[in-house]
């Protein structure tokens, strides 16, 4: 597959292709993404938006993204945070029959 290179661009040396390529990444990051919203914008508060845009990159699960010191979440990355954190907690009740289930225990097992 053959490429049509702007004559300009063949021109350029190297500095200043890098110069140009760092020109335009800087606007884009100005103009800001509007589908990722970052920790100074996030409901979650700049603490946990951080700490969800690290562990959801561990994790490997997408939707987000670090550029120097901003910290991105995408719109559904960040509705599934919030999901997460505000769902209702399990009664306790809940959580011990869970916790029996897993270890192969009957309720009557433990009286």
């Not at 140009?20 to 979650?44: F, N, T």
């Not at 939707?63 to 719109?75: D, E």
């Amino acid at each position: 597959m053959t490429r049509r290179l702007d004559a300009s661009i063949l021109d350029m040396t190297l500095g200043e292709l890098l110069a140009a390529l760092a020109q335009g990444v800087a606007a884009e990051l100005r103009a800001g993404d509007l589908s990722m919203i970052d920790q100074s914008a996030s409901p979650l508060g700049p603490r946990r938006h951080r700490a969800a845009v690290r562990r959801r990159i561990q994790r490997g699960e997408g939707g987000a993204s670090v550029i120097g010191r901003r910290h991105l979440l995408t719109k559904d990355a960040l509705d599934a945070e919030l999901a997460a954190i505000t769902g209702a907690p399990k009664p306790k009740s809940a959580k011990r029959a869970e916790l029996l289930a897993e270890l192969g225990l009957a309720e009557s097992d433990t009286h």
